[in-house]
């Protein structure tokens, strides 16, 4: 269900709040750490520096290093970044013009609605 950036920026970020605070973690620990590739994880970092869930840190004691307490950041908060995740809450296959009369629709809306309300409540704290 969720993307593969919405899976490894979780990863990283649940790597980070679970680490010491006071020591930056550079995204190549990162990257060796979580097996993500080094370049597809630059470009999730600084997604998530621009958002303003990550501060960086230049120089020899640099990285990143969260920008709020982890209880503070809900699992959406991150997901959202990475994919649209309203686009499945209308239809199991991620179609814009669906008018609910297949015989998924029914059994799908709860479903996605419990999604939504674990992603909501659940923060990255749970994480580590």
């Known amino acids: 269900m969720l993307?593969?950036?919405?899976i490894y920026a979780l990863r990283a970020v649940g790597f980070i709040a679970g680490s010491?605070?006071?020591?930056?973690i550079l995204s190549s620990h990162l990257s060796e750490q979580l097996g993500i590739p080094q370049n597809y994880l630059s470009k999730i970092m600084h997604r998530l520096v621009q958002a303003g869930f990550l501060k960086s840190k230049r120089g020899t004691r640099g990285g990143f290093v969260l920008a709020r307490?982890?209880?503070?950041?809900t699992i959406k908060d991150i997901i959202v970044l990475f994919m649209n995740i309203d686009q499945f809450e209308q239809c199991f296959l991620g179609n814009v013009k669906c008018d609910g009369s297949c015989g998924m629709h029914a059994q799908w809306k709860p479903i996605m609605s419990e999604f939504k309300s674990f992603i909501n409540k659940n923060t990255i704290d749970k994480l580590f």
């Open 3 to 6: 993307s593969q950036t919405a």
């Open 20 to 24: 010491d605070p006071t020591r930056p």
């Open 69 to 73: 307490s982890a209880s503070k950041i």
